[in-house]
T-cell receptor, first 109, second 113 residues
Framework: GQNIDQPTEMTATEGAIVQINCTYQ??????LFWYQQHAGEAPTFLSY??LDGLEEKGRFSSFLSRSKGYSYLLLKELQMKDSASYLC??????????WGAGTKLIIKP | GAGVSQTPSNKVTEKGKYVELRCDPI?????LYWYRQSLGQGPEFLIY????????DSGLPNDRFFAVRPEGSVSTLKIQRTERGDSAVYLC???????????FGPGTRLTVL
């Protein structure tokens, strides 16, 4: 079957760094997306990885290892506005996004 | 348009009634997706359109749910004989193609009493 595994909740301090891990099992693979979702709002795109390695975009970086079925999202210089849920979503062989429940990130001052 | 829009933003209905939810995708996006999301969960896939046709409707939970996209732009999700378990936020997303990022609308919060 298809499965996404992420921690349910994480807490970090403003100004610090946090890494949100994701392991996945899908029928085929066509890349992996990370989305951010603030409470009561729609998901917004953060990153897309299709090849192994690290993609950096400002304070956010995303890493992919296809052989391990593993990705992580790294958030640096955390700000209070980064409090949100972070959803890891691989794209399967039918080009469908497979969604987990996401990781709720709480930032404390 | 500037982004994906959905109407209504909120819909309260009674059990057994019929509802229609509308999605206006970003102009030129050929792919359109419907999801529903319950509190604390990720989006649950319902249906995917490529152009006017439903390329994948495997996520529709039963035959009370139906969606159309007659001109390859606006889409309507139709739910017949609503049940309390249908209460959720219904999200629409569009993208230029199936392997591009999906842009989400603000969602319609459906409450079935």
């Amino acid at each position: 079957g298809q499965n996404i595994d992420q921690p349910t909740e994480m807490t970090a301090t403003e100004g610090a760094i946090v890494q949100i891990n994701c392991t996945y099992q899908t029928s085929g693979f066509n890349g992996l997306f990370w989305y951010q979702q603030h409470a009561g709002e729609a998901p917004t795109f953060l990153s897309y990885n299709v090849l192994d390695g690290l993609e950096e975009k400002g304070r956010f970086s995303s890493f992919l290892s296809r052989s391990k079925g593993y990705s992580y999202l790294l958030l640096k210089e955390l700000q209070m506005k980064d409090s949100a849920s972070y959803l890891c979503a691989p794209l399967d062989s039918n080009y469908q996004l497979i969604w987990g429940a996401g990781t709720k990130l709480i930032i404390k001052p | 348009g500037a982004g994906v829009s959905q109407t209504p933003s909120n819909k309260v209905t009674e059990k057994g009634k019929y509802v229609e939810l509308r999605c206006d995708p970003i102009s030129g996006h050929t792919a359109l997706y419907w999801y529903r999301q319950s509190l604390g969960q990720g989006p649950e896939f319902l249906i995917y359109f490529q152009g006017t046709g439903a390329a994948d409707d495997s996520g529709l939970p039963n035959d009370r749910f139906f969606a159309v996209r007659p001109e390859g732009s606006v889409s309507t999700l139709k739910i017949q004989r609503t049940e309390r378990g249908d209460s959720a936020v219904y999200l629409c997303a569009s993208s230029p193609g199936p392997d591009n990022e999906q842009f989400f609308g603000p969602g319609t919060r459906l409450t079935v009493l």
